[in-house]
């Protein structure tokens, strides 16, 4: 099945490129500049898509990420240290931001003759962002069933909807995903921060899938306390 895969660079999205390179046709790489806080994520994008060969596409769309204002994403407001399951960290989520970048996805894959448009949406993402959710999932395919009714027809695979993020490592490891060649931490430094949700929810997923952690963290240890916190 000729794939379009939308790839950020972070860990997720990487192992699903090499999934797929796998197991289907891989058009492409589609990576989204939306203003975010830094783009050090796209740089690994690009190195996923020489790696596998294929070919990758930045999309700009800064000009509609500066109006998608109160995310600590894309404003001057700090990223919050701890798990994504406390409260605070619903200050990351940036409005809308998979609707938008899935429909032009679709748009370039029915352009593309692509079969499928693939993302790494995944169930650890459910608390926090309603685009992540089965819900959301099953009403875009709806949606974009009906937008390119008699032009083309594009499946939305998100296999990794029902993973943990350490499911989603043990699948990786399963398709040799470097995992030092990903990114996730927000705050976009020299080194993760070992504190931030996405670095806190990365560091859990290695201990708890059992694969080694290559990740080099400022703070190798923040984790377990804010895990400590989030179930308190």
């Given amino acids: 099945m000729k794939t379009l895969v939308v790839c950020s660079g972070g860990l997720d999205s990487v192992s699903l490129a090499h ?13 989204f500049d939306y203003g975010q806080r830094h783009r050090k994520e796209l740089g690994f994008a690009a190195l996923c898509a020489q790696r596998l060969n294929v070919p990758h596409q930045i999309i700009d769309i800064g000009q509609i990420g500066r109006g998608l204002s109160g995310s600590a994403l ?23 931001r998979n609707a ?32 992540c959710r089965p819900a959301f999932i099953d009403t875009f395919q709806t949606m ?21 993020k350490a499911d989603i490592v043990c699948d990786g490891a399963k ?19 070992g504190r931030c949700g996405t670095c806190v929810e990365r560091r859990e997923a290695f201990h708890l899938s059992g694969h080694p952690d290559p990740t080099d963290y400022e703070d190798d240890d ?5 895990l400590r916190r989030a179930n308190a």
């Fill in 144 to 164: 974009q069933d009906r937008a390119l009714d008699g032009y083309a027809r594009v499946h939305l695979h998100a296999p990794y909807l029902h993973f943990s």
């Fill in 100 to 131: 938008i970048m899935l429909a032009i996805a679709f748009g370039l894959a029915a352009a593309h003759k692509a079969e499928a448009v693939a993302t790494a949406v995944h169930g650890g993402d459910h608390f926090i962002y309603p685009d």
């Fill in 175 to 193: 398709y040799g995903t470097p995992f030092a060649e990903t990114w996730s931490c927000y705050k976009g430094g020299e080194r993760h921060c």
């Fill in 222 to 226: 923040f984790w377990l306390v804010a």
């Fill in 19 to 31: 999934r797929l390179a796998g197991e289907h046709e891989l058009d492409c790489l589609l990576s």
């Fill in 74 to 96: 894309t404003d001057s407001i700090d990223v919050p240290d701890g798990h994504y399951a406390e409260d605070t960290m619903r200050v990351t989520v940036v409005p809308n």
